[in-house]
């Protein structure tokens, strides 16, 4: 077996007498002396031979890497200065085209622009100017939209795989108000992308007229607070007309639930009211928080008993919420229930909470304050807060 020394020398010996007979037979007459004394240097040491060659390969790939990044700087501005100059000119022939008497064609000009990136231009601009028009001006412009088939160009956008795209594509056919859209849309309901999910939710909520809401049927993914609120937010803008969001309290995603109630609570649905005693036991002690918290503002006086039954079972967060609830609607049981949970030395929040609820009795209330104190009332510095009637 030949040793690992003897290895190296004969790799050695064969690849700068390669690189020898390489230099002879094609370096010009200017370059060879310069590789031949490179070769004499990997004839004295390999090591040495193959750093000096690493260190060319990284300089030439230096500078492959530095005129890539001059080249894609200048094509940059390049495109920069031809797309502002091409929103110009879509603005004047959009301009014509909508002042144009009824019945004018589509300029031959806007036809012609075939290539995606003046697509996309076109597109852009006409997204932007729909935001500000209103009426049969938004209605022409639609007209234009579709009759140079960017409602297909944007279509197309929703199969690409990157997912800025997808959002690219629903946005601008959310935007133009394309109904037919919203089959292909409706796909991306549960995507793992948390943008893409977001925006098809609000697209959804413009493009489906008859049940704007429906994504809520087959949403199994986490609802997030911000997706609740970008929802409710675009629902609001274009004036959409609330469905009773009873229908998704019994759905299996505790994050529609949650988002149901708060629309229950903030269109004041009282024909949700019977379903809430069915929450109290939900899974998810948010839901039940917030169940209780809309018995109290929608004043189901009914619902006391069940309150006062399930309070010893919960967390203290959300034994707070039913004393509030409970405070809201008061009945005869209220002022014994409060003293009972005053006298087993509950803590700061719930005392402070229970002592609201007696003082939102009256006089009786007070009273059982001071009996339970012991006289102590008025030197209690929480009472005192109560009573304080600037706060």
Same mark, same amino acid.
């Given at each position: 077996?030949?040793?690992?020394?003897?290895?190296?020398?004969?790799?050695?010996?064969?690849?700068?007498?390669?690189?020898?007979?390489?230099?002879?037979?094609?370096?010009s007459a200017?370059?060879?002396?310069?590789?031949?004394?490179?070769?004499?240097?990997?004839?004295?040491?390999?090591f040495?031979?193959?750093?000096?060659?690493?260190?060319?390969?990284?300089?030439?790939?230096f500078?492959?890497?530095?005129?890539?990044l001059?080249?894609?700087?200048?094509?940059g501005?390049?495109?920069?200065?031809?797309?502002?100059?091409l929103?110009?000119?879509?603005?004047?022939?959009?301009?014509?085209?909508?002042?144009?008497?009824?019945?004018?064609?589509?300029?031959?000009?806007?036809?012609?622009?075939?290539?995606?990136?003046?697509? +996309?231009?076109?597109?852009k601009? @006409?997204?932007?100017? =729909?935001? %500000? *028009?209103?009426? &049969? #001006?938004?209605i022409? /412009?639609?007209?234009?939209y579709?009759?140079l088939?960017?409602?297909?160009?944007?279509l197309?956008?929703?199969?690409?795989?990157?997912?800025?795209?997808?959002?690219a594509?629903?946005?601008?056919?959310?935007?133009?108000?394309?109904?037919?859209?919203? +089959?292909?849309?409706?796909?991306y @309901?549960?995507?793992? =992308?948390? %943008? *893409?999910?977001s &925006? #098809?939710?609000?697209a /959804?909520?413009?493009?489906?007229k008859?049940?704007?809401?429906?994504?809520?049927?087959?949403?199994?993914?986490?609802?997030?607070?911000?997706?609740?609120?970008t929802?409710?937010?675009?629902?609001?803008?274009?004036?959409?007309?609330?469905?009773?969001?009873?229908?998704?309290?019994?759905?299996?995603?505790?994050?529609?639930?949650?988002?149901?109630?708060?629309?229950?609570?903030?269109n004041?649905?009282?024909?949700?009211?019977?379903?809430?005693?069915?929450?109290?036991?939900?899974?998810?002690?948010?839901?039940r928080?917030l169940?209780?918290?809309?018995?109290?503002e929608?004043?189901?006086v009914?619902?006391?008993?069940?309150?006062?039954?399930?309070?010893?079972?919960?967390?203290?967060?959300?034994?707070?919420?039913?004393l509030?609830?409970?405070?809201n609607?008061?009945?005869?049981s209220?002022?014994?229930?409060c003293?009972q949970?005053?006298?087993?030395h509950?803590?700061?929040?719930?005392?402070?909470?229970?002592?609201?609820a007696?003082?939102?009795?009256?006089?009786?209330?007070?009273?059982?304050?001071?009996?339970?104190?012991d006289g102590?009332?008025l030197?209690d510095?929480?009472?005192?807060?109560?009573?304080?009637?600037?706060?």
């Open positions: 077996m030949i040793p690992e020394w003897r290895q190296l020398g004969i790799l050695q010996s064969s690849v700068t007498g390669w690189f020898d007979k390489t230099i002879r037979a094609n370096a200017k370059i060879a002396p310069y590789f031949l004394f490179i070769n004499r240097l990997g004839e004295k040491s390999i040495l031979f193959i750093l000096i060659i690493l260190v060319q390969y990284l300089s030439v790939l500078l492959i890497v530095f005129f890539y001059i080249v894609s700087k200048f094509r501005n390049y495109l920069d200065r031809k797309r502002q100059r929103e110009k000119v879509y603005h004047t022939s959009i301009a014509e085209y909508l002042f144009q008497e009824e019945g004018g064609g589509i300029q031959g000009f806007l036809i012609q622009q075939r290539s995606r990136f003046r697509k +996309n231009i076109l597109v601009v @006409i997204s932007k100017l =729909n935001e %500000d *028009l209103e009426g &049969e #001006t938004a022409k /412009l639609r007209k234009l579709t009759g088939n960017l409602d297909r160009f944007s197309k956008k929703l199969h690409r795989r990157p997912w800025n795209i997808k959002i594509g629903i946005r601008e056919l959310a935007s133009m108000d394309i109904g037919e859209a919203a +089959n292909e849309i409706r796909r @309901i549960n995507h793992p =992308n948390d %943008d *893409l999910r &925006e #098809t939710q609000i /959804l909520v413009r493009l489906e008859e049940d704007p809401f429906r994504f809520l049927d087959t949403l199994e993914t986490y609802f997030t607070d911000w997706e609740q609120l929802v409710y937010y675009q629902a609001e803008r274009v004036n959409i007309e609330m469905p009773s969001f009873r229908r998704w309290l019994t759905s299996s995603n505790p994050a529609v639930v949650r988002f149901s109630l708060m629309m229950i609570f903030i004041r649905q009282l024909d949700a009211a019977p379903e809430l005693p069915g929450l109290y036991r939900h899974r998810d002690p948010e839901v928080r169940a209780y918290k809309i018995t109290g929608l004043l189901q009914d619902q006391a008993s069940a309150l006062r039954q399930i309070y010893p079972k919960e967390t203290e967060k959300n034994k707070l919420e039913i509030r609830a409970l405070k609607i008061p009945d005869d209220l002022l014994e229930f003293k949970i005053f006298l087993k509950p803590p700061y929040a719930l005392r402070l909470e229970v002592s609201r007696l003082m939102g009795l009256g006089e009786p209330g007070i009273r059982e304050l001071k009996d339970i104190t102590q009332f030197k510095p929480i009472y005192r807060h109560l009573l304080d009637k600037r706060i």
